[in-house]
């Protein structure tokens, strides 16, 4: 079956531009979560969905980032007035339970690379 | 909060030869832990993942992982590497209380030499 997908694979944008990063998860998956990972480092939680609800946001790094999952399926990260340390990947990932530790197992989208010039 | 240390940043081996890739996690209950292997373009794959019971770990592509609580450990092996294995490999853990919200490690990225 299909996989996690990312659009854009790559977006390249100007200092203080708005960008939208979209993630379609594994049907049927309920839970969703956005990593940041930077230029050798691993991933970095971002902020985590539970249907259409974010039930942990603890991990956007300010108020210029926000991400929405209106109807519990396809997610967008938007990042408003970008600089250029947003430059990273962004990954998505969803899994079939939320929160429920060893059945749990997340699945992780391509990402999308993020340049800010 | 937990926290994951990979001391290796890169480590070539021989096709053919063993790997073990090292993890040391801090965290003070028993950790929820993961391999996971991320190659160019690709997203991140699941190795193999441990959460209790047995702390020898089975996972895909002939992978093995070892839980050591006396050292604070998940390192990953294979005993006999393809020239596919090159890739980078993180280490990842989630609390009990949190367990969705994963800790990566800077990742170790192996290339394998013929």
């Known amino acids: 079956g299909a996989g996690v997908s990312q659009t854009p694979s790559n977006k390249v944008t100007e200092k203080g531009k708005y960008v939208e990063l979209r993630c379609d998860p594994i049907?049927?998956?309920?839970?969703l979560y956005w990593y940041r990972q930077s230029l050798g480092q691993g991933p970095e939680f971002l902020i985590y969905f539970q249907g259409t609800g974010a039930a942990d946001d603890s991990g956007l790094p300010n108020d210029r980032f926000f991400a929405v999952r209106p109807e519990g399926s396809v997610s967008t990260l938007k990042i408003q007035r970008t600089e250029r340390g947003d430059s990273a990947v962004y990954l998505c990932a969803s899994s079939l339970f939320p929160g429920q530790g060893s059945t749990d197992t997340q699945y992780f989208g391509p990402g999308t690379r993020l340049t800010v010039l | 909060a937990q926290s994951v240390t990979q001391p290796d940043i890169h480590i070539t081996v021989s096709e053919g030869a063993s790997l073990e890739l090292r993890c040391n996690y801090s965290y003070g209950a028993t950790p929820y832990l993961f391999w996971y292997v991320q190659s160019p373009g690709q997203g991140l794959q699941l190795l193999l993942k441990y959460f209790s019971g047995d702390t020898l770990v089975q996972g895909i592509k002939g992978f093995e992982a070892e839980f050591k609580r006396s050292q604070s450990s998940f390192n990953l092996r294979k005993p006999s590497v393809h020239w596919s294995d090159a890739a980078e490999y993180f280490c990842a853990v989630g609390d009990g209380a949190n367990d969705y919200k994963l800790s990566f490690g800077a990742g170790t990225t192996v290339t394998v030499r013929a």
């Open positions: 049907s049927g998956h309920t839970a």
